[in-house]
């Protein structure tokens, strides 16, 4: 009871002199303990418990890992190549090594050394740095190859994320797509859908090459009906402004019509109208369609027709139905029958890629399924939010740690611990161990199937 | 010993209140004192208001949705209002009243004094737990203004990823509260384990604790699965990772399973502490050990471990394989051995008991009676052949209501007279306490009992339209809710009121003999004036009734004290 | 006087029976294919298109025989109106009342298998009551017995007894090993189906069933024929569904992107329940509900199982509702029938004339000139009068006589077709 007095740091707020004894040594035994040990125990004993949670808290990812996987595992075997082992393993060989300063910096601060003690926790603390920078650069290399969870998964965008035909570029928004129906030789203006999009070269239809010609709106932005609101596109947008505005407010403006240049800066007016009336810009490059949902009646040839896509900027206000577009297609060459679509993969290979974008290098994903693998196959997203669920998850357990231990360097620092008193850094280590245990489960799942 | 035999007059005048310091409602005043509290019974007591408030809430939505079943078709409300009244009635009392009610509120104010601690072994930690469950709670009452919330307290997927209402806010929430459910059953295995004073051995622990050891093995085992599952569905809402939308591959079965293997452990986390504060209140107001004390024990613990084999038995009719079926239906029916047993040892102590029928007592009862016709109905459910005809009806919500309802929250609220005088210092009226405690009996009978009929007879649960059929079993029902409703609140009313106007409660009104009747009324700080003297568990031959509702141990006597003192020496 | 003919099956209406009379104006379902008599005080006449009704004079019996499923608004001359229904027969077994026989506790089941589930679930219950008999008996007795009075302490007792404790765990063991048991064999027998079955496509989708029979007959409910085992493939469009027929004891979630089966072997004909358990959104208590309350929005007619007598009706079922899906909208049979008619020969729809007019007339509802000088609206009178009695007008340069008469050649369903299909080539 005479130690009531040395309690106020140990968290309890009453600040009575009233208690239970305890023949504490340190000032940070809380007044509801007997003494050090009885607190040490106790922590030591939550801790366990906390980590028992902590594996059941991760259980139902490895569960829901090995379930796709057994019901999947052409998902696997396709989508792992994403995953730089290199990367993987330098994080793996980081975390054993904070592992053991975590483990020396307790031993340092049983012994009462502190010098130690702050340099085991400071390294721990730099590898939990690294580990999560290597993460970032992993991440943001999936990023850029759109190789990522759920309707994010978007792999046919070219490497440096340069505007192609991506599923965010579809439907109500800022920009759409025109199908293009080679059979019938007309434009259906539609939305594209990211199941239909193919950018391999070893399709038909790839070399087609089309040109949005004319634009109609039939609403403006505030919904009201536009009467013959079109022109044919031309690549000068201030040309497309004007014209526009024309058309819409019947004329009035012929002969003079102030261009960008000639009126130096925009007047209020036309600011209003260039929000109203957006810029129209003709085509990208094309890109080959193809339904992916059957692969087996794509092997037999059978997959729905080929459609072109074209992708068309328009303003920001602008709903898709209300925008007609009309387009021009060369009719496509016709490319080897898809019944072996390997036979003479170099040639086609070069000559898509000419077609698709000329000063593009081939991504990633492209490289493997030219390789062996083809198109990824159903779904192959699943292994992606997998991934990115059980290493992001794992990657907030890091963060957290880093948190954690910096507390303790400052703790460490001020000279808290002390032979009697480690129990933080002791339980610390503890979380830091499991935090590195599930990384060593995750690597071998992740980046090792074979 | 017997009220009548003659006990010393010293016994009369011993302190009840605690002499040399303020007891913990008084040590310390202001808002911050209790925002900030460490102390385990304010913190049980901010957890309790919490609850009562939780319960109004869920028993309002649960009024509606009987108002509105009055008559087939529109009665109040159209079906999608409806829809949002069953989930949030389902969500708020699952989450916010029956799973924290007893063993947040009443365990934490009640578990350390049984138990002779001076307090949690993690008080910040304790504290914390009640700021998840405050932060929890607020956000499933807000998805209310934020869109509603229409999926079922089940979330189940795929309608809980296309429904246009807060279910994301929802299950974020309820990841809030799964944490704080865990950070207490850490709390109490770690005090359990760690605070046991001299003389209390591991079967020296009241019953009460015991199921309080259980539930929270439970609480730290199962939640996590839930908190990683909600989460996920969050992380589904917000960016479509695609682990439970079919459209992308994902098994939306497999958010059944996850959700059951928490949910189901769930469900004892919500009665086995039922099962902990009745053993205490049959024992106590019947003056007997309860029977095979560690049969019971046992029980808690293998009701326990068992929980967590049987969630399969949610799901017999989802598509699962016939195997998972059998196994699952074989593991459901060992569950019924342990409850069997408990209930058996219950009814046995009443055998040549001295039963004193006060309010705890008929809430205590109650739930005998109430439980066995829980158990028994989930005997139909675990046979396979007939939960297909069973499965999602209003026969499994009458089911689940005896268990969940008639079962745990009549024994909270058993739990709540019984020890509302120790920690409030107040006695409760208790004519109103027995009239309640009735109606909420004969009120719960009359609407859940018609239930198990139109279940049968096929009526789906969670219709807001029904055929004309069943419009006299709908009625009966809605009669009974509000009956049970009125009981509920006016006992609630009665309590609160009690606060200001109750009488001053003695240290011991109802002779128990479990260390907390040792601790003053209310508790000190650290609950004890002295250490306390564990005496033989459920040993009531040393108790007096010195006057109506108040007891004493005669061995407390000076007289008595000092004579040992003489011995001593 | 009943009608004549003789009634192509015996089923009855909800409101008319065959052979009966009708002797005022309002509202009737009278099923297809029977003969109704109308015997009319005043008189009744059709208020539809041409071709599709009925007119039916005061005091001049007739018997009709209608063979279109369809609603035919009617008037009386004295300014009564109302409605007849005609239904096809199976819409007219599955709009009966829905069978509700059966116990106190559970419905009448028509399942074959389904008599295991439901001795289970009459054991449990006896089961059940009597625990809860013994149990409540003994707390009952104990609290009155024990109860607190001056005077009386509790009596020491064993505090415990292994020999009492072992045997209520061992009896309660036996009985859950046994109810197990055989709740597992009722269950096996209940889920697989036999070799031979009726194979019959369920899709669920938010809120609606649609069953797909072998010959692509699809319906929102579900008939099946009584005495032959029924296996229902199942999958969902979106959400989980249940499907729910608790006369069969039968219960499956429905899944999307997966399929489930469910199977029945139907003993007793009649009309039941069908039901969706699994919630399913806003209207998941109205899952393919046919006909709404318009003041409370209670379901007044769901999807239900209609069980047919036996595997030959439940194929004049598939027959009919054929016959009745083949049937085209009143336009394309009409461009059908513009083909296969001959139509085509004489006229063109591209606004040329041939040997007759053209049908595409631009100046529909419009008074036209006729060779004789007097103006006629163009409209579908006209265009009927034109089909049934060419001779009674001609336009100018297109002289009489010219176009045979198709009265009587053209069902009424065709008629309209052709009027409809001509008035949609005006623009």
Request: net charge negative; hydrophobic share 40%; charged share 20%.
């Amino acid at each position: 009871m005479s130690d009531a007095k040395h309690d106020d740091h140990g968290g309890h707020d009453h600040g009575d002199d009233h208690g239970h004894g305890h023949g504490s040594q340190s000032r940070f035994i809380q007044h509801h303990y007997d003494d050090a040990q009885h607190q040490f125990d106790s922590g030591k004993f939550g801790i366990w418990l906390f980590l028992a949670q902590e594996v059941l808290f991760f259980s139902a990812l490895f569960v829901a890992y090995v379930l796709y996987r057994v019901h999947h595992p052409e998902i696997y075997s396709y989508a792992h190549k994403w995953l730089d082992v290199k990367y993987g393993a330098t994080n793996t060989a980081v975390l054993i090594f904070s592992s053991l300063t975590a483990a020396w910096a307790v031993r340092a601060a049983q012994l009462g050394q502190r010098r130690l003690l702050i340099l085991c926790l400071a390294t721990t603390i730099v590898c939990a740095c690294a580990f999560l920078c290597i993460k970032y650069v992993e991440y943001h290399h999936k990023w850029k190859e759109q190789a990522l969870f759920g309707h994010l998964f978007d792999p046919c965008v070219t490497p440096g994320g340069e505007e192609l035909i991506t599923k965010k570029n579809h439907c109500d928004g800022t920009k759409s797509s025109v199908d293009y129906d080679m059979a019938a030789d007309k434009p259906t203006s539609g939305c594209f859908e990211i199941s239909k999009l193919d950018l391999d070269p070893n399709r038909v239809g790839i070399q087609a090459d089309c040109q949005v010609t004319e634009v109609q709106i039939s609403k403006d932005s505030k919904g009201k009906d536009v009467e013959g609101a079109s022109r044919p596109i031309t690549d000068r947008c201030d040309d497309e402004l004007v014209d526009l505005l024309e058309k819409i407010e019947g004329g009035g403006h012929a002969g003079d019509v102030p261009t960008h240049e000639t009126a130096g800066a925009e007047s209020a007016d036309e600011k209003a109208h260039h929000q109203k009336f957006p810029c129209w810009r003709p085509s990208y490059q094309p890109a080959v369609c193809q339904d992916l949902t059957d692969s087996a009646k794509r092997a037999q040839g059978q997959g729905s027709k080929p459609t072109a896509g074209i992708l068309v900027e328009y303003g920001d206000d602008e709903v898709h139905r209300d925008v007609k577009i009309k387009a021009t297609c060369k009719a496509p060459a016709t490319v080897a029958p898809v019944a072996d679509p390997m036979a003479d993969k170099a040639n086609v290979l070069a000559e898509g890629v000419k077609a698709v974008d000329p000063a593009r290098e081939i991504s990633t994903h492209e490289e493997f399924e030219l390789e062996s693998l083809g198109p990824p196959p159903e779904h192959t997203s699943m292994f992606l939010t997998i991934y990115f669920a059980m290493t992001g998850l794992h990657g907030i357990h890091v963060f957290v740690g880093i948190i954690v231990f910096i507390w303790l360097l400052r703790r460490a620092i001020r000279g808290d611990f002390t032979p009697d008193y480690f129990g933080p850094v002791d339980f610390s280590a503890l979380y830091w161990h499991i935090v590195d245990l599930i990384w060593i489960f995750l690597f071998p799942l992740l980046y090792l199937i074979h | 010993m017997a009220t009548e035999e003659a006990f010393p007059e010293s016994l009369k005048t011993l302190p009840q209140a605690p002499v040399s310091e303020p007891d913990f409602l008084h040590v310390t005043k202001g808002f911050k004192s209790w925002a900030f509290t460490l102390d385990h019974k304010r913190i049980g007591m901010m957890y309790l208001f919490g609850i009562l408030f939780s319960l109004l809430l869920g028993g309002t939505f649960a009024l509606l949705i009987r108002t509105e079943l009055w008559a087939p078709g529109r009665t109040i409300v159209g079906p999608d209002t409806y829809n949002q009244f069953f989930t949030l009635h389902g969500a708020v009392m699952v989450f916010l009243v029956i799973i924290p009610g007893i063993p947040a509120a009443l365990g934490n104010i009640i578990m350390p004094i049984q138990l002779g601690a001076p307090d949690v072994a993690f008080p910040r930690l304790n504290l914390a737990s009640f700021y998840l469950w405050c932060s929890g709670a607020t956000l499933l009452i807000f998805t209310i203004p934020f869109g509603g919330l229409d999926t079922g307290w089940t979330f189940y997927t795929p309608y809980s990823l296309e429904t246009k209402t807060a279910v994301m806010v929802a299950t974020f929430g309820v990841f809030l509260l799964g944490f704080s459910s865990i950070f207490t059953g850490l709390n109490f295995l770690v005090t359990i384990h760690k605070f046991r004073p001299q003389g209390m051995g591991w079967f020296q622990l009241p019953l009460n604790i015991w199921a309080l050891y259980g539930t929270a093995v439970m609480q730290v085992l199962a939640t996590p699965v839930l908190g990683i599952t909600v989460l996920l569905l969050t992380v589904e809402r917000l960016g479509h990772i695609g682990i439970f939308d079919p459209t992308m591959g994902g098994d939306p079965v497999l958010f059944q399973h996850f959700f059951w293997f928490y949910s189901h452990p769930a469900v004892y986390i919500m009665i086995i502490p039922g099962m902990g504060v009745v053993s205490e209140l049959i024992s106590v107001y019947a003056r007997k050990p309860i029977f095979g004390y560690r049969f019971v024990a046992y029980s808690s613990l293998s009701l326990a471990l068992l929980s967590f084999l049987v969630w399969g038995h949610h799901m017999f009719v989802s598509g699962q394989s016939r195997l998972a079926n059998m196994v699952f239906s074989a593991l459901t029916f060992t569950v019924a051995i342990p409850s069997a047993i408990k209930i058996f040892n219950w009814v046995a102590t009443l055998y040549k008991a001295d039963i004193r029928l006060k309010t705890g007592m008929i809430y205590g009862l109650s739930f005998l009676l109430l439980f066995t016709i829980g158990g028994l109905t989930g005997l139909f459910l675990g046979v396979l052949s007939v939960d297909v005809h069973l499965h999602d009806t209003y026969f499994v919500v009458a089911h689940f209501h005896y268990v969940m309802m008639g079962s745990t929250l009549v024994a909270f609220l058993g739990a709540l007279h019984h020890w509302w005088p120790k920690f409030t210092g107040r006695m409760y009226n208790e004519t109103v306490g027995r009239s309640c405690a009735l109606g909420v009996f004969f009120g719960f009978n009359l609407t859940f009992l018609p239930q198990f009929v139109m279940g049968a007879r096929g009526m789906p649960r969670r219709y807001w339209d029904y055929d004309p059929q069943y419009q006299i079993f709908h009625q009966l029902s809605t009669i009974g809710a509000f009956i049970l409703g009125f009981s509920i609140f006016i006992s609630v009313v009665s309590l609160l009121t009690s606060l200001k106007r109750g009488k001053i409660a003695p240290r011991n009104p109802w002779g128990g003999s479990t260390l907390e009747w040792q601790a003053p009324t209310p508790p000190t700080l650290y609950n004890f004036e002295k250490p306390p003297i564990v005496h033989e568990l459920y040993n009531y031959d040393d108790l007096v009734e010195v006057e109506p509702d108040r007891w004493e141990r005669i061995t407390d006597a000076p007289e008595y004290q000092a004579e040992a003192k003489k011995e001593a020496h | 006087m009943p009608c004549p003919s003789t009634p192509e099956h015996s089923l009855v209406g909800p409101d008319l029976k065959p052979y009966d009379s009708v002797t005022k104006v309002g509202d009737y379902e009278v099923p297809m294919g029977e003969a109704v008599r109308f015997d009319l005080a005043t008189d009744l006449t059709n208020d539809t298109p041409a071709g599709a009704g009925i007119a039916v004079h005061a005091n001049t019996p007739v018997c009709i025989r209608f063979r279109e499923s369809a609603k035919y608004p009617v008037h009386s001359a004295s300014g009564g109106h109302g409605q007849i229904t005609v239904k096809a027969w199976y819409d007219v077994l599955a709009d009966l009342q829905i069978e509700e026989s059966g116990n106190f506790f559970l419905p009448r089941a028509v399942n074959k298998v389904a008599d295991d589930s439901d001795l289970m679930f009459m054991s449990v219950l006896a089961l059940s009551v009597f625990f809860f008999a013994a149990i409540a008996g003994c707390i009952i007795y104990f609290v009155i017995k024990y109860r607190h009075r001056p005077g009386h302490k509790a009596e020491p007792s064993a505090s415990h007894n292994d020999t009492l404790e072992i045997t209520w765990t061992v009896i309660p063991t036996l009985i859950t090993v046994f109810l197990f048991w055989y709740g597992w064999q009722s269950y096996i027998r209940v889920v697989t189906p036999p070799n031979q079955a009726v194979e019959i496509d369920v899709l669920a989708w938010q809120w609606n069933w649609q069953f797909t029979h072998q010959n692509g007959v699809t319906d929102s409910d579900l008939h099946v024929p009584a005495g032959v085992p029924v296996r229902l493939v199942m999958t969902s469009k979106d959400v989980i569904h249940s499907f729910y027929a608790p006369a069969m004891r039968v219960k499956q979630d429905v899944l999307p992107r997966r399929f489930t089966y469910a199977w029945f072997d139907a003993t007793k004909p009649g009309t039941y329940r069908l039901t969706c358990a699994e919630y399913c959104g806003t209207n998941h208590s109205q899952m393919a509900c046919l006909e709404n309350d318009k003041v409370t929005g209670a379901c007044l007619r769901r999807a239900v199982v209609v069980v047919h007598k036996d595997l030959a009706e439940y194929k004049r079922y598939l027959d009919d509702k054929l016959a009745d899906q083949m049937k085209l909208p009143p336009i394309q049979l009409g461009e059908l029938l513009y083909q296969k008619k001959g139509c085509n020969q004489c006229h063109t729809t591209d606004g040329t004339p041939r040997v007759g007019p053209t049908w595409k007339q631009p100046d529909w509802g419009k008074m036209i000139k006729m060779d004789d000088g007097q103006e006629v609206k163009m409209d579908e009178n006209y265009v009927q009068e034109s089909i049934l009695n060419p001779s009674a007008k001609a336009r100018p340069g297109f002289p009489k006589g010219t176009m045979p008469s198709f009265d009587g050649q053209l069902k009424p369903s065709e008629l309209n077709g052709l009027i409809q299909y001509i008035k949609s080539l005006k623009q």
